[in-house]
């Protein structure tokens, strides 16, 4: 299969995705003004604690064994052993889940005043919090199994599906009933409960009772998984443990503010996790082409080019966004937004760095670099966070970020050789920087005056990239016209 049709097949994943992505941040984009009407920058401080925290458990409950599930299915064709692979995990993670959410019922007073401090209703949050960790398991594991076949219509379907649930019940309970921040997690809760039905519904043909489970199966799975873990545990750190420095530093408005600028760097997520989702099923199903290292190659560039663009856009017009979504309480969570845009790129690029060691089943470089990543951040938070406050949080991620992608380029290229255009790639991601940068230095005169500043900034800083990139775009341009003209 050719360079161009094996793209056009990413690209076609990727929108599907993207769809899902794209209807599931619109909608949250919607309800934005509502909350930071209803809320303050205090209450999005609990909030965000608890999210990030909840995010944290999450990943230790999985435990990476979606990682070997991934490795595992793809490495046989027999439905059997597959069904013994996927239940080995599911009921792992069941387990796992419902352990968990006793723990936490029985410790809520004590993880209330940890984090909490003197909010009342902390152990309440928790314990709903709990009892959602084993309903959701079943939803976590349909989506993914329907990305291993490849079904990336009804995994959207049910992503898409999970979303426009939890988004109308927040409606209903935070808006409409008024029950203040108990009410993003009634939502939750009932959220997972309602999707349940439809998972099980996907995983019917896959899922069987607790004997496919696998002592034997697991171990491989788990050893595996095992350099994955402080991989997962440092992409938390890196990523998600800002909140909780910022809460020790400074006030719980800055917890809001941050967790609001999180929230607009999101955006860009829909970009990165698309071509996320797509990417893993999408470059182990090649590997036995012949031309699969000229295609992952090609896949860099296209990343680079389209979804770097995309995040430059959120982060040019991040202060604008605020402006037309939120109350003036929220406009200073404008650079925190911008920089933090820049981050969801990097960690899309880790999973395209860290192919070639995935290939040669080498695991343990991206569990060492993301240790030393986390360890980084965590320096730097101590160090940045006093002197430039919440905004020092948001660059301390980007720089612990950019060195796994670094880091894993270079151990891949040893392992699994690809020939990327480093170089070109490079110099687009710096233009895409300093045009983001630019943007805080242009005359402030109005609303408008700067909005047209800002787009003339975006057009010339893509010409000149355009210019540059000529056969990556007349190749992108390919991949888009044939996929609508195939629609």
């Given at each position: 299969?050719?360079?161009?049709?094996?793209?056009k097949?990413?690209?076609?994943?990727?929108?599907?995705?993207?769809?899902?992505?794209?209807?599931?941040?619109?909608?949250?984009?919607f309800?934005?003004?509502?909350?930071?009407?209803?809320?303050?920058?205090d209450?999005?401080g609990?909030?965000?604690?608890?999210?990030?925290?909840?995010f944290?458990i999450?990943?230790?409950?999985?435990?990476?064994?979606?990682?070997?599930?991934?490795?595992?299915?793809?490495?046989?064709?027999?439905?059997?052993?597959?069904?013994?692979i996927i239940?080995?995990?599911?009921y792992?993670?069941?387990?796992?889940s419902?352990?968990?959410?006793?723990?936490?019922?029985?410790?809520?007073?004590?993880?209330s005043?940890?984090l909490l401090?003197?909010?009342?209703?902390?152990?309440?949050?928790?314990?709903l919090?709990?009892i959602t960790?084993?309903?959701?398991?079943?939803?976590?594991?349909?989506v993914n199994i329907?990305r291993?076949?490849?079904?990336?219509?009804?995994?959207v379907?049910?992503?898409?599906?999970q979303?426009?649930v939890?988004?109308?019940?927040?409606?209903?309970?935070?808006?409409?009933l008024?029950?203040?921040?108990e009410?993003?997690?009634?939502?939750?809760?009932?959220?997972?409960?309602?999707?349940l039905?439809?998972a099980?519904?996907?995983?019917?043909?896959?899922?069987?009772?607790?004997?496919?489970?696998?002592f034997?199966?697991?171990?491989?799975?788990?050893?595996y998984?095992?350099?994955?873990?402080?991989?997962?545990?440092?992409?938390?750190?890196?990523?998600l443990?800002?909140v909780?420095f910022?809460?020790?530093?400074?006030?719980?408005?800055?917890v809001?503010l941050y967790?609001?600028?999180?929230?607009?760097a999101?955006v860009?997520?829909?970009?990165?996790?698309?071509?996320?989702?797509?990417?893993?099923p999408?470059?182990?199903?090649?590997?036995?082409?012949?031309?699969?290292?000229?295609v992952?190659?090609?896949?860099?560039?296209?990343y680079v080019?389209?979804?770097?663009?995309?995040?430059?856009?959120?982060?040019?017009?991040?202060?604008?966004a605020?402006?037309?979504?939120?109350?003036?309480?929220?406009y200073?969570?404008?650079?925190v937004?911008?920089i933090?845009?820049?981050?969801?790129?990097?960690?899309g690029?880790?999973?395209?760095?860290?192919?070639?060691?995935?290939?040669?089943?080498?695991?343990?470089?991206?569990?060492?670099?993301?240790?030393?990543?986390?360890?980084?951040?965590?320096?730097?938070?101590?160090?940045?966070?006093?002197?430039f406050?919440?905004e020092?949080?948001?660059?301390?991620?980007?720089?612990?970020?950019l060195?796994?992608?670094?880091?894993?380029?270079w151990?891949?290229?040893?392992?699994?050789?690809?020939?990327?255009?480093?170089?070109?790639?490079?110099?687009?991601?710096?233009?895409?920087?300093?045009?983001?940068?630019?943007?805080?230095?242009?005359?402030?005169g109005?609303?408008?005056?700067?909005?047209?500043?800002?787009?003339l900034?975006?057009?010339?800083?893509?010409?000149?990239?355009a210019?540059?990139n000529?056969?990556e775009?007349?190749k992108?341009?390919?991949?888009?016209?044939?996929?609508?003209?195939?629609?």
């Open positions: 299969m050719s360079v161009l049709k094996n793209l097949n990413l690209a076609s994943d990727s929108m599907i995705y993207g769809l899902s992505g794209i209807l599931t941040r619109f909608i949250g984009v309800l934005t003004p509502i909350y930071t009407r209803v809320y303050s920058p209450d999005y609990i909030i965000g604690i608890l999210t990030n925290g909840y944290l999450s990943i230790v409950l999985v435990l990476a064994l979606d990682n070997s599930t991934a490795r595992w299915f793809y490495d046989t064709e027999d439905h059997s052993e597959r069904k013994q239940n080995t995990w599911l792992f993670y069941l387990l796992a419902v352990l968990a959410a006793i723990f936490f019922v029985f410790t809520a007073d004590y993880w005043r940890l401090d003197e909010y009342s209703q902390g152990p309440y949050l928790i314990k919090l709990a960790l084993p309903l959701l398991v079943w939803p976590a594991v349909g329907l291993f076949e490849r079904k990336a219509k009804q995994a379907f049910l992503s898409i599906f979303s426009l939890l988004i109308g019940l927040n409606v209903l309970f935070v808006v409409i008024r029950k203040g921040v009410g993003v997690y009634y939502a939750q809760l009932l959220g997972a409960i309602v999707t039905p439809l099980a519904y996907f995983l019917r043909n896959w899922m069987g009772t607790p004997r496919w489970f696998s034997s199966k697991f171990s491989e799975m788990f050893k998984a095992l350099p994955f873990i402080p991989a997962s545990l440092g992409y938390w750190v890196v990523n443990s800002g909780f910022v809460n020790e530093y400074l006030e719980k408005s800055d809001g967790q609001i600028g999180i929230s607009i999101a860009a997520g829909l970009a990165t996790t698309a071509f996320q989702q797509a990417w893993s999408f470059a182990f199903s090649i590997i036995n082409q012949s031309n699969s290292k000229e992952y190659a090609a896949s860099l560039q296209f080019l389209v979804v770097g663009l995309m995040c430059t856009i959120i982060s040019v017009f991040a202060h604008e605020l402006v037309i979504l939120t109350t003036p309480d929220y200073n969570a404008a650079i937004a911008s933090l845009t820049f981050n969801y790129l990097l960690i690029l880790s999973n395209i760095a860290g192919l070639g060691a995935a290939i040669a089943k080498k695991t343990a470089p991206l569990g060492l670099i993301s240790l030393l990543s986390a360890a980084i951040l965590i320096g730097l938070n101590f160090l940045l966070i006093p002197f406050g919440k020092g949080a948001a660059i301390s991620i980007c720089i612990a970020q060195i796994i992608p670094v880091y894993m380029f151990k891949s290229q040893k392992l699994f050789y690809i020939p990327y255009n480093f170089l070109k790639n490079l110099t687009v991601f710096v233009a895409f920087i300093i045009c983001s940068i630019s943007s805080y230095y242009l005359p402030d109005g609303f408008f005056y700067t909005l047209a500043l800002k787009a900034l975006l057009g010339v800083t893509f010409a000149i990239i210019w540059v000529k056969e775009l007349l992108i341009r390919g991949v888009i016209m044939t996929r609508f003209t195939a629609s």
